[in-house]
């Protein structure tokens, strides 16, 4: 197969290449783990890892833990969306309303979700929908500004054909703005999706117990149990689901919004 400068591959290859670089690294693992060469402490072995994860589940844990931690990142999603497109697409579309929130919005954005920890526990409380708010916080503004950019990033011939047929500003945004843009909006939702699921262990580590439980709650189980198995096994699920919703999205893009 001849490689070439961002050449592109066929979907059996790229298929192909990605299961043997998944493989190649699994190999890798057990040589270094079965062969003694690094610590458990470190790196847990497969086996190590797979009782780790059986144990959370004859707890009777680990399903409705997923679910829970699947359900606060929808429902967090689902406000994002609700909120931050309308915003963006305001934004994107009129210069004034972009003049008037953007600087306010790139000033939160650069502010860590982390250091605001405690306004949301003081103002909402770390249980349910302090969880849902702080993972709202943690992209809502990532979501408004790739928005913006997605309307601004619509071709202007389309403004001007849609203007010389006489277009008022209702049909430009709703005719023409907005379905210029749905593709990279629905970019911009994977994004903030991915965020989330990063969060999401944080949100769960530090607030996290038996009556709200989460994938984050079961990561701190195994930190204070010092079961590495447990702990790997938790943070390798969290990326498999991060990453299963991720290719679902990609899947809905390539196949409904490929325009």
Request: hydrophobic residues 55%; aromatic residues 14%; contains cysteine.
């Amino acid at each position: 197969m001849k490689i070439s400068i961002r050449g592109q591959l066929s979907k059996q290859a790229e298929a192909l290449i990605g299961f043997a670089g998944v493989g190649t690294l699994v190999a890798i693992w057990c040589v270094i783990t079965y062969g003694g060469y690094m610590p458990p402490k470190f790196l847990p072995s497969p086996t190590a890892m797979w009782k780790g994860g059986l144990w959370f589940f004859q707890q009777h844990w680990l399903l409705l833990s997923m679910w829970r931690s699947f359900r606060r990142v929808s429902l967090a999603l689902l406000l994002v969306v609700s909120i931050g497109t309308p915003i963006g697409m305001l934004m994107g579309a009129f210069a004034p309303v972009d003049a008037f929130f953007g600087k306010a919005i790139n000033g939160f954005k650069s502010v860590p979700t982390t250091g605001i920890t405690g306004l949301v526990v003081l103002w909402f409380g770390f249980e349910e929908r302090g969880m849902i708010v702080f993972l709202f916080l943690g992209a809502i503004f990532f979501m408004i500004i790739m928005v913006r950019n997605a309307v601004a990033a619509v071709p202007p011939e389309y403004v001007r054909v849609a203007l010389d047929l006489g277009a008022n500003r209702r049909q430009m945004v709703w005719k023409v703005l907005l379905p210029g843009a749905v593709p990279r909006i629905w970019e911009a939702i994977t994004v903030c999706n991915g965020i989330m699921w990063t969060y999401i262990v944080l949100v769960e580590y530090l607030s996290g117990n038996k009556e709200t439980l989460g994938l984050g709650y079961l990561l701190n189980v195994g930190v204070h149990a010092f079961q590495p198995g447990q702990v790997f096994t938790m943070l390798a699920l969290i990326a498999v689901i991060s990453a299963l919703t991720d290719f679902a999205f990609q899947g809905i893009r390539r196949t409904f919004l490929d325009w």
